[in-house]
């Protein structure tokens, strides 16, 4: 490890991460390596964002031809790469009922904002300027820009950043949710499984009760996607094992497969409310993410690959049900509790295996969506070894 390196960082970066003790320098497939060549099975993928693995032939394939090709151009002008993802993003959220329109942007904390923009602004617009209220769930995360902050639980980042949003809530308990909905209320937003707080999907029956109740109201429902969309949970969208039909969808994180995207998709009567200069993005769409994102969902849609994923996730869960409490998730995503999860992380990299701490006692599981059962076999190997020593 560069010692240097890490103390030059310390001067000069801001310190808004905590200490990193590993610097990666390279990717194949499920495997990363450090500057002294060590291999690390990868069970972060970059939280849950390189789902094709690293330095996936097809993926830097496109890059190559784009980079040569156009990077940027702005919303001045119609980019071809955003109609193609737009119809494929569309489609798969129609699925038979109502269709949808798509925009992007480049972040999961944006793609909220935006979400949450349009939310207010489609009751403005449907005589309701009154439903300005947004309620979230318990141990919800959301993000990190003003928005998104004041819809995130976690007291810990909320501190020293009020006053927040007027108007966005989030509820003590998930009854609650259900209850705090009223004739004030623009939207509720939910993740189905919450990721940032241990990996836990939320009760299917509390979803319901909570989409039919903002229904009867006529509040949207936003499901963030930015964690379980891109075929995390088995399913292309996480909401579809829920099902729900989500007024807005916001996604990021696994659509670019590390190149910086996010999409907001909202039913067509939704996004109509968003008229020229209401929302925008400068970078948002670019020719040179379009076609990253383009390839990656075109991947990731085939049915084969989908039930890939439901088969190595069930693998994987029933390793971790053999070794750990508290074992909970979909697809492959996973949490589950150990003693002390940032001492577990650390013993976990001197054996070769990554994780990310999502709690005190809390490992989540975000492995690259290509991962075969030999991957999960390795793993199983590390934290037998983990146990023994
Ligand atoms: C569910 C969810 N929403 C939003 C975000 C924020 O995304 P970003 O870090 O791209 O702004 C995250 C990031 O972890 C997330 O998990």
């Not at 784009?66 to 737009?86: D, K, M, P, T, Y």
């Not at 909401?239 to 039913?267: C, Q, R």
Request: overall charge negative; proline content about 4%.
């Amino acid at each position: 490890m560069k010692t240097a390196l890490f103390e030059l960082a310390d001067q000069v970066l801001f310190q808004n991460y905590g200490k990193r003790d590993l610097a990666l320098v390279r990717g194949e497939g499920v495997y990363l390596y450090d500057d002294q060549g060590k291999r690390y099975l990868d069970f972060t993928a970059g939280i849950a964002v390189c789902n094709l693995g690293h330095a996936h032939p097809g993926v830097t394939d496109v890059i190559e031809r784009q980079a040569r090709q156009l990077l940027h151009v702005s919303n001045l002008f119609l980019i071809e790469g955003q109609v193609a993802l737009a119809e494929k993003l569309t489609q798969l959220a129609q699925r038979g009922g109502e269709a949808y329109r798509a925009m992007f942007v480049n972040t999961g904390t944006e793609a909220n904002e935006g979400a949450l923009k349009l939310a207010r602004r489609y009751q403005y617009v449907n005589g309701h300027a009154e439903k300005t209220r947004v309620v979230a769930l318990p141990n919800s995360f959301h993000g990190r820009t003003m928005g998104s902050l004041s819809v995130t639980s976690n007291p810990k980042y909320r501190e020293g950043m009020t006053p927040l949003v007027p108007g966005f809530e989030v509820a003590e308990t998930y009854e609650q949710a259900v209850e705090m909905l009223d004739d004030r209320t623009a939207a509720c937003i939910v993740e189905v499984v919450q990721g940032e707080a241990g990996v836990r999907p939320v009760d299917e029956d509390l979803l319901r009760r909570l989409a039919a109740r903002a229904k009867e109201l006529g509040a949207l429902l936003i499901v963030d996607e930015v964690q379980t969309g891109v075929g995390r949970t088995g399913r292309f969208f996480g909401y579809e094992h829920f099902g729900l039909s989500p007024d807005i969808i916001t996604m990021a994180k696994g659509l670019g497969n590390g190149i910086p995207v996010g999409a907001i998709l909202a039913k067509q009567k939704v996004a109509d409310a968003f008229t020229p200069g209401l929302h925008g993005s400068t970078f948002g769409g670019n020719p040179f993410a379009m076609a990253v994102a383009n390839y990656v969902v075109e991947v990731v849609r085939d049915p084969g690959f989908l039930e890939r994923v439901r088969q190595v996730g069930e693998a994987l869960r029933t390793v971790l049900e053999a070794h750990f409490e508290r074992v909970t998730g979909l697809g492959l995503m996973w949490g589950f509790d150990v003693e002390d999860a940032a001492s577990w992380r650390k013993r976990a990299a001197e054996r070769g295996l990554l994780v990310t701490v999502c709690g005190p006692k809390r490992i989540r599981l975000v492995p690259p969506l290509i991962l075969e059962e030999a991957h999960v076999q390795e793993f199983e190997a590390i934290v037998t070894q983990m146990s023994r020593a």
